[in-house]
Every structure is written in structure tokens, then in C-alpha cells.
């Protein structure tokens, strides 16, 4: 169950945080609630996921990510209702997989898969996805060439909202090198292979 405080809100916003308690959370992730960015919308919740574990100490792909639940009484056009997710997800990863310019349709796909693999209802989707590639110079010449993965992405949740917060944390597992299970089975050890 994921510990989320709320204020006063709309009985609507209630339920929706209420269906995102009852998710589960993945073993590799510390997920928190962190203050949501102001002005977005009139009710929002936020949070933050980190690659945790003892793994994650000597596991180069250690990733985070962000998402905020956003809801306005009157449905907004451009997300086609009146709620919105908005989610950030970013992982290093090796610097030849950077150079592989369909590295940006998996991580859409893997979106995708996640949400539908949870069985989330959504429509609107949109995300931007960018690859970093880092090389040091003068005093960081000596460090290896690094890369970054980074995947911005929004989209209109409908139905039970636990499935969205449990999809997006999949997202970040999956950009961390975890594998995508089914609902029903557990990874043996945890560990990225």
C-alpha cells in the first residue's frame, strides 16, 4: 500500500488517490510522495521513484522518476478529461546503446507495454524521449563516455488509477534494465540481467 496524504479535495480527486493506495510498488523502487509543482492544476498528487536495493550500489542503471496526477472540475480539451497524468523517467545506460537511434521507439514501447500489460484505460498519449551522450574534456577526459535516457510522457487515465502509478514504475524499472513481468510473477532475485 503506498502512503499518500492528501488535503481537502474533491471527492472524485479522493477516489482516484484512494485507488492509487491500493497499488502495489515494486521491490527494486523507494517510491514517496514529494510536494506537486504548483499552478499545473487545481488538484494535484506527486511522486518520486528511485532505484533502491543492494543492488543498486553497484548497478550502473540506476534509475529515477517522477510523476504527477493532476485533475481540473471542468475536463480540459487537450487532455480529452479531466484528469492527466504527467510522468519523467530517466536511466543512464551504456553509450553504444545511445548511438542506436531506435533506442527512443523502445522506450515508447515500453510505455505502452507497461500500461497495457497493468491493464491501465488511456488515451491521449504523448511523450518526448532524449538520448545524452556525456564526454569528458580537460580535467574529465580521463572519464568514460556516458548516456542518458530520459523519456517525458503524459496521458489521460481512466478507469482504476492504481494501474497508471504501477505501469510508470514498471517504465522506470524497465529504462533501469529490470525486465516487464506479468502481474503474477515475481523476479527471482531482483537483480538486472
Not at 515508447?108 to 500489460?117: D, F, S, V, Y
Request: proline letters at 5%.
Amino acid at each position: 500500500m503506498i502512503k499518500i496524504e492528501i488535503g481537502e479535495t474533491s471527492g472524485i480527486f479522493q477516489l482516484a488517490v484512494q485507488q492509487m493506495r491500493h497499488a502495489d510498488v515494486r521491490e527494486e523502487l523507494t517510491l514517496t510522495q514529494i510536494p506537486a509543482p504548483g499552478q499545473l492544476a487545481k488538484e494535484s498528487v506527486s511522486f518520486a521513484a528511485d532505484i533502491t536495493g543492494p543492488e543498486a550500489s553497484d548497478h550502473i542503471d540506476a534509475g529515477t522518476g517522477r510523476l504527477v496526477l493532476m485533475h481540473e472540475p471542468a475536463s480540459r480539451e487537450q487532455w480529452g478529461g479531466d484528469f492527466r497524468i504527467v510522468a519523467f523517467s530517466k536511466s543512464p545506460m551504456e553509450a553504444f546503446i545511445s548511438d542506436d537511434e531506435r533506442i527512443a521507439d523502445v522506450a515508447w514501447a515500453w510505455l505502452m507495454e507497461a500500461l497495457r500489460n497493468r491493464g491501465a484505460e488511456f488515451s491521449h498519449e504523448a511523450a518526448t524521449v532524449t538520448r545524452v551522450i556525456n564526454t569528458g574534456f580537460g580535467s574529465l577526459a580521463g572519464q568514460s563516455e556516458h548516456a542518458e535516457l530520459e523519456m517525458r510522457a503524459s496521458w489521460t487515465p481512466s478507469g482504476d488509477f492504481g494501474p497508471h502509478i504501477e505501469a510508470w514504475q514498471d517504465l522506470v524499472c524497465m529504462m533501469s534494465g529490470y525486465p516487464l513481468l506479468p502481474n503474477t510473477v515475481s523476479s527471482l532475485h531482483g537483480k538486472k540481467r
